[in-house]
């Protein structure tokens, strides 16, 4: 069954993604799936945002402003519903 494994060790997470290829199916599309299924699972984006060490105030200051633009934007999108 094609998917993701995720193997626990300790403080790290280890994903091994894979899929199974038919013998007549066309490497190309089994590529394309696999990239869609890895795109799904968030692997790429997980990779990216642990690659370097973010301090805890670093990740505090990035959630806060995060949220003043979800505010910003949804006060802008309420003033235009007239």
């Known amino acids: 069954m094609p998917g993701c494994f995720y ?4 403080k790290e997470v280890i994903v091994l993604a894979h899929i199974i290829v038919d013998e007549n199916e066309m490497l ?3 590529i394309k799936r ?4 890895v795109e799904k699972e968030g692997i790429i984006r997980e990779f990216k945002k642990r690659e370097y060490y973010e301090k805890p105030s670093t990740i505090l200051n990035r959630k806060k402003k995060a949220i003043q633009r979800k505010l910003l934007k949804k006060s802008r999108k309420g003033k235009n519903e007239y």
């Open 28 to 30: 190309e599309k089994a």
């Open 7 to 10: 193997h626990y060790t300790g």
């Open 34 to 37: 696999f990239k869609r299924m």
